[in-house]
């Protein structure tokens, strides 16, 4: 696994950078494979007294919902769903979605530090938070989104979940910024170390504020047959150690993937869970991350 690890990994990271914000015209979901909301996301206190309390989903496009190429919908937060709100109804808990397309575990904890997609990119400087609506108003501009977390926690008294998947964009931004995309041991060896250390960090200061249950979810794999999958399962495994340093429990995005991308010649997207020409879950897809929170739950 080591020797195939780099070359890998820059699969891994096109295929799991949670973003496409930067040319959204790249990213087609095809039909757009629609949601309809099931639990609307909201940035205050819940206001139903039948609620078993709040959700607080964090993290970058996957449990935003995200689905590239729909333009027509990015004004119109209600119209991506992600596993949160499915969560969220099957548990009867108000959710708060803080996520952001295009978050990167640093930017995550600094607003100012690069995205690729959500405070800014790369290479064209585009932020989709401060073009479009998110699921949640942030205070200001330059609110982190851990500062929001921390201010949710404070001010709700009644969170009973978290969720964080952080991690993949980190990988498409080393592959933006580095003249080799990222391939170097080194370099992936840093990456891997920095994704755990801010999300080390981020738990950490969850912690502070909150001792009720964490489920930190990880990355799915565009294609189980080659190397892709083996490298996704590496980052993976940082994260997961990460979380269970921190008293979190673990959905496990990659197998609950990997039985029907298998049965499908292992393409995610073969198998329905992908949008097509896009690297975000389908409906189908985000069932089944929801249903691998609902399982670490418990």
Do not use: W
């Not at 600094?110 to 108003?137: I, W």
């Amino acid at each position: 696994m080591r020797t195939s690890f780099p070359r890998g990994f820059r699969h891994a990271a096109v295929a799991l950078a949670v973003s496409c914000l930067a040319a959204t015209a790249s990213c087609s979901s095809g039909d757009g494979a629609s949601a309809t909301p099931s639990s609307s996301s909201s940035g205050a206190a819940p206001t139903s007294e039948a609620a078993a309390g709040t959700y607080l989903a964090l993290g970058d496009s996957v449990p935003f919902g995200f689905r590239g190429g729909v333009t027509a919908d990015f004004p119109h937060a209600e119209k991506f769903v992600g596993y949160p709100e499915l969560v969220g109804e099957k548990l009867g808990m108000d959710v708060v979605n803080a996520s952001c397309p295009g978050e990167t575990t640093g930017s995550f904890l600094d607003a100012t530090a690069q995205s690729n997609g959500c405070e800014n990119s790369p290479q064209t400087g585009f932020g989709y938070r401060n073009a479009y609506p998110l699921h949640v108003p942030y205070a200001a501009k330059d609110q982190s989104q851990l500062d929001f977390a921390e201010q949710t926690l404070s001010q709700t008294d009644d969170v009973q979940l978290v969720t964080l998947q952080i991690g993949a964009n980190d990988g498409f931004l080393c592959q933006q910024t580095t003249a080799d995309r990222c391939s170097s041991p080194a370099e992936v060896q840093e990456l891997s170390a920095t994704v755990q250390a801010n999300i080390d960090r981020i738990l950490k200061t969850v912690r502070e504020h909150y001792d009720g249950q964490i489920v930190v979810v990880t990355y799915y794999a565009l294609d189980y047959s080659d190397q892709m999958g083996a490298a996704t399962q590496v980052l993976d495994s940082g994260i997961a150690q990460v979380a269970q340093a921190n008293g979190a429990e673990v959905a496990d995005a990659y197998e609950a993937f990997k039985p029907a991308a298998t049965a499908a010649g292992g393409s995610s997207i073969e198998a329905g869970l992908v949008l097509p020409n896009d690297v975000h879950p389908t409906e189908q897809g985000q069932q089944l991350l929801a249903d691998a929170v609902l399982e670490a739950v418990g």
